[in-house]
Each structure stands twice: as C-alpha cells, then as structure tokens.
C-alpha cells in the first residue's frame, strides 16, 4: 500500500488543523493506521492509531482530548483531526498501515508501510 499525508502547515497555538492520509489499492480495510510525528533531534513517536473497522483507537497522553482519529474505509482514507495545537506538537507527521492484526498501536515497529510525512508547525 502506497501512503500520501497531506494537511500540514503553520498554525497559530490554539488553533486547529486536519491532516489526511490517502491510500492506494483496495486492501486499505486491512490495516490498522496510526499518525506517528517526528520533531528535530527527537525520535518518531506514536500519537494516535485506529483499528481496521475504525472501532478501536489509541492516542498518546499528550494529545488525548485534542486529536482525534478516524477513518474511511471507502474512500481508503485516515484523518487526524487537531484542535487546541501548542507548539511542542511541531513535528512532521507521518501515517503508517500496519498488517497485524493484533500488534498495531503505539509500536512504531508495529507498521509496515509509511507515508512520505507533512509538516505541522504550530507558532506561539
């Protein structure tokens, strides 16, 4: 599966941005999806992710009550949704598909295919 992130830009803190993941083929009801951000000097971390029936989510304590995750298996598509941006969420978000069924979550071994990353810069 092919992964295109898109939504990114600059943001003043407080307000709101919606990223988006496109997936190519016809699997993309397989996977589980998570979002993962990546700030300069830091190592990728998990922020949210989403079974493959859009039933189960997980999030990180440091966004939980301000992003949201959800999907669309019929237009093969995974949002996140960030309200409240406060400029230590400055990052470059990635989406990621994950093949386990059972592994998926905040383990970023845990995906198999990665999304090319978009910029969210949130200014203070």
């Known amino acids: 599966v092919q992964l295109q992130a898109s939504g990114g830009g600059l943001v003043q803190a407080g307000g709101s941005l919606r990223l988006s993941c496109a997936a190519s083929g016809r699997t993309f009801s397989r996977y589980a999806m998570g979002w993962f951000r990546q700030a300069p000097g830091k190592e990728r971390e998990f922020v949210a992710a989403?079974?493959?029936?859009?039933?189960?989510?997980y999030y990180a304590e440091s966004v939980k009550g301000r992003f949201t995750i959800s999907r669309d298996n019929a237009k093969n598509t995974v949002i996140l949704q960030m309200n409240t941006l406060k400029p230590e969420d400055t990052a470059v978000y990635y989406c990621?598909?994950?093949?386990?069924?059972?592994?998926?979550?905040?383990?970023?071994?845990?995906?198999?295919?990665w999304g090319q990353g978009t910029l969210v810069t949130v200014s203070s």
């Open positions: 990621a598909a994950s093949t386990s069924s059972t592994g998926w979550g905040p383990p970023v071994y845990a995906y198999d295919y």
């Open positions: 989403i079974s493959r029936s859009g039933i189960i989510t």
